[in-house]
C-alpha cells in the first residue's frame, strides 16, 4: 500500500515542483502543469486508488480468519472499521512522506540538470514546505477513501464463516 501512494504521489510532486522551481529560478509565473500533464496526473492518482483498493482486499482476506477471530471475542463492526482505517492512514502517512521526498528529490535533479548549479541557490522552500502539506493530505484522504470500502466489507463479516474459511 505503500509503494502505490507514494509512486502516485511522488508522480504528483515531481510536476508540481518542477513548475515551482522554473517560476522561482526564471523569476515568473509559469504555466503550473499542462494538460496533458494534468490528465497524466489523474489518471496516476485514478489508479493509485485503484491499486489500493486491491492491496486493501488482498491484506483483508489473509487476515479473514483473524477478523472472524476478532469478531467472536466480542469486536463489534465499528472496532474493525476503525482498526483498518487507522491502518490505512498511518499506510496513507508514510506514503505520502516517502512519495513527496521521491519526487522533491526527483525534481530538484532534474531541474539542477537542465538549469545548472544557481537553482539549488533559488529554492523555493515555501513553496515547498505547502506542497508537502498538500501531498501529505491527498495521500492520507486517498488512502483512506480507497481502504473505506474493503473495510466495511471486513466489518460486516459473519464471524462463523470466517472462522470456517480456507486460504
Known sequence: MVSSTALGISYLTYFLATSAIF??????PGDAVEAYQSW?????????GISLV???MMSILERYREIGTMKCLGALDQHVLMLLLIEAFFLGLAGGIFGFTLGTITSILSCYFELGHGVLQRLPFRGFSNLFGLMIVLSVSLSVISTSYPALRAAKLNPVEALQ???
Open 40 to 48: 497524466l496526473i489523474i489518471v496516476s492518482i485514478f489508479i493509485c
Open 165 to 167: 474459511y480456507d486460504v
Open 23 to 28: 517560476s522561482s529560478f526564471l523569476g515568473k
Open 54 to 56: 486491491n492491496s486493501t
